[in-house]
Nanobody, 121 residues
Framework: QVQLVESGGGLVQPGGSLTLSCAASGFSFWSYGMGWYRQAPGKERELVARISSAGSITNYADSVRGRFTISRDNAKNTVYLQMNSLKPEDTAVYYC??????????????WGQGTQVTVSS
């Protein structure tokens, strides 16, 4: 059974930083690209960062490029999202999922609980 457990969210002031973690289990983590998604209130869930299975290729949405960094540790079945220079518009629930490529649908229908990121002064 696939499990995706996100953590690391919280309340941060504009300009601050957070690092999110996603622990994955139930599938061959090392063989899949992974993505971080976010969903703000009243908006659709969107992919903001993706990393290839080996970690050699990363892609970012325009809205976060240069501020967010995705990475992974295949030995720990964990993917990370380092978020710097946070803005109020980054406020959302953040999720991870396996994803074949940028623009492709997420692999698994069952999502984790997500982790709330709130950027506010």
């Amino acid at each position: 059974q696939v499990q995706l457990v996100e953590s690391g969210g919280g309340l941060v002031q504009p300009g601050g930083s957070l690092t999110l973690s996603c622990a994955a289990s139930g599938f061959s983590f090392w063989s899949y690209g992974m993505g971080w998604y976010r969903q703000a209130p009243g908006k659709e869930r969107e992919l903001v960062a993706r990393i290839s299975s080996a970690g050699s290729i990363t892609n970012y949405a325009d809205s976060v490029r240069g501020r967010f960094t995705i990475s992974r540790d295949n030995a720990k079945n964990t993917v990370y999202l380092q978020m710097n220079s946070l803005k109020p518009e980054d406020t959302a629930v953040y999720y991870c999922n396996a994803v074949a490529g940028w623009g492709q649908p997420p692999r698994y229908d069952d999502w984790g609980q997500g982790t709330q990121v709130t950027v506010s002064s």
